[in-house]
């Protein structure tokens, strides 16, 4: 069986380009005994796989060059030499491996997969159910800790992240204002995910004033996504006791110079502030608690969801790409 697989070609410097992937024919033999073939169906991108480019120490290891890069990804089986498995079942990857590799056939092991119910739209294992979500939902409330009447900003408040973070925080009874790029981001976060207040931090050269006119009583939860001068005019405004989870530095992940900005050791003091960076992978054992909780949320009409979707195997570097000048709303997704 032929199928194409997408490559990391080279590393990148900076912003990648097209040359960082290469797109390759191969021959995927059958399946052998506890294999499964499957046929992706949607892949995630995600902005943390622009460090797996890097040949950088980290919470996890670099792609490698000249093999197939990889992400989350729904897939429905194909072919089953695992009793555990029959043809048509959706799973995802499991059991100890978070991702497939990006090619339009793929053999992974029964042990590694996982069924889902095909009762729910796949794609939110990807999104508001999955890393994303998640990351969301242990970020504000085991680090945030939010309190009813406090004041919560998000950075990077229109992505998969961002408007989950925004929508649990207001379930808490916080004052919300999400900052994002562009004028309908911001009245969408508004208008349909009842953000009290957002900014638009495209071409706004007074960031500090906008964050003051939005937040009068200042910022008592800075839920970090994006880093850089966004981070740095939010900081101006921290109350006493404020805590910041950083969940993603997006802003930065392209430089090739070291960035410098204000030194937030300060504030820190004079402030007495937590700020603590996390991973998803950090609350691997309460998956399910996370899962249980947005799922009543998402049933009950708490937590509403969008999804950017962008069709063909070939427009995953694209997509990918995408997220790093704001071309997506929610989750991005790539249907195969």
């Known amino acids: 069986m032929k199928i194409q697989q997408i490559l990391l070609n080279e590393r990148p410097e900076g912003l990648p380009s097209p040359d960082t992937f290469k797109t390759v024919s191969v021959e995927l033999p059958a399946p052998a005994e506890g294999e499964v073939l499957l046929q992706p169906l949607y892949f995630s991108v995600d902005p943390y796989m622009r460090g797996r480019m890097n040949d950088a120490r980290s919470y996890i290891p670099p792609f490698k060059v000249q093999e197939p890069i990889e992400s989350g990804g729904v897939a429905t089986v194909v072919e089953s030499k695992d009793a555990r498995f029959s043809a048509g079942d959706l799973v995802m990857p499991g059991g100890g491996k978070n991702f497939f590799p990006w090619a339009t056939g793929i053999l992974f092991s029964g042990d590694h997969l996982r069924k889902i119910d095909s009762s729910i739209p796949p794609t939110y294992y990807l999104g508001v159910l999955g890393m ?3 990351t969301a939902y242990f970020g504000l409330m085991d680090i945030g800790k939010p309190k009813s009447g406090e004041t919560v900003v998000i950075s990077g408040a229109a992505g998969a992240v ?3 973070a925004g929508q649990i ?4 009874g916080c004052r919300v204002v999400g900052i994002a790029g562009g004028e309908e981001k911001v009245k969408l976060l508004t208008s349909d995910f009842n953000f009290d207040a957002a900014i638009n931090y495209k071409g706004n050269t007074h960031l500090g004033t906008a964050v003051a006119a939005a937040c009068p009583n200042g910022v008592d939860i800075y839920f970090d996504n994006v880093g850089g001068d966004i981070s740095d005019a939010v900081m101006e405004h921290l109350n006493f006791f404020a805590r910041i989870p950083v969940c993603g530095q997006i802003a930065l992940y392209n430089s090739t110079d070291v960035p410098m900005g ?3 050791q300060p504030t820190l003091i004079k402030f007495s502030v937590l700020m603590q960076g996390f991973t998803i992978g950090n609350y691997a054992h309460r998956y399910m608690e996370g ?3 947005l799922g009543e949320w998402i049933r009950a009409g708490k937590i509403k969801y969008t999804e950017t979707v962008i069709e063909g195997f070939d427009q995953l570097p694209t997509a990918l790409l995408g997220l790093f000048s704001g071309q997506n709303s929610g ?5 195969v």
């Open 262 to 264: 204000p030194r937030i």
């Open 331 to 335: 989750k991005m997704i790539v249907k």
């Open 291 to 293: 899962m249980q909780q």
């Open 162 to 164: 961002g408007l989950v």
């Open 132 to 134: 994303p979500g998640l």
């Open 169 to 172: 925080a207001k379930l808490q």
